[in-house]
């Protein structure tokens, strides 16, 4: 891994050879996993997200956060099937570790809906209703992390999310 600084002050991390080395933690993969998804460099949050997975596959907010990563800025009606799938299969994942995520629920309500009823698809139980109903009382943070990685406005629970917590500066 090389650290470079941009032109904004910002540090920037390049993934080489990451997985090779064994004194690096879940943790750490995890950190750099959030600073690429920052960056909006979706790519390499992906493969971070999914290092600190296999080193620890007990971090859950990994799960979400590679979710995240997985739809790369992308609205979910332009996404192919099989990462809607690997997305859903992230946060039911994530869900299932921890049963009051409410991020996660949102997250895959927006994903649900923007996929199949956008696509006229039928969706299969959760519907994108039971979720976000399980997770409309997400936190101010996760919500503006949502809104802030993914532009919908076609999309009744993004626009959910937009009108109560209003727009990104």
């Known amino acids: 891994m090389t650290?470079?600084?941009?032109?904004?002050?910002?540090?920037?991390?390049?993934?080489?050879?990451?997985?090779?080395?064994?004194a690096i933690t879940g943790q750490k993969l995890f950190a750099n996993g959030?600073?690429?998804?920052?960056?909006?460099?979706?790519?390499?949050?992906?493969?971070?997200?999914?290092?600190?997975?296999?080193?620890d596959p007990s971090m859950y907010d990994a799960y979400y956060y590679f979710a995240i990563a997985l739809l790369s800025g992308n609205r979910p009606k332009k996404i192919d099937e099989w990462t809607i799938r690997d997305i859903e299969e992230k946060l039911s994942i994530a869900i299932n570790r921890d049963s009051e995520n409410l991020k996660c629920y949102t997250l895959w309500a927006i994903v649900k809906y923007g996929f199949y009823t956008m696509n006229r698809f039928i969706e299969k139980p959760p519907t994108s209703d039971q979720l976000f109903k399980k997770g409309e009382s997400i936190q101010y943070e996760h919500a503006r992390e949502i809104l802030y990685h993914l532009n919908d406005p076609l999309n009744p629970y993004w626009v959910h999310l937009y009108n109560k917590f209003g727009q990104l500066n």
């Open 3 to 22: 650290r470079q600084n941009n032109n904004y002050g910002r540090d920037q991390f390049n993934i080489e050879n990451l997985h090779f080395n064994p």
């Open 34 to 55: 959030l600073q690429f998804l920052n960056q909006r460099d979706y790519k390499q949050a992906s493969v971070a997200m999914s290092e600190a997975i296999n080193v």
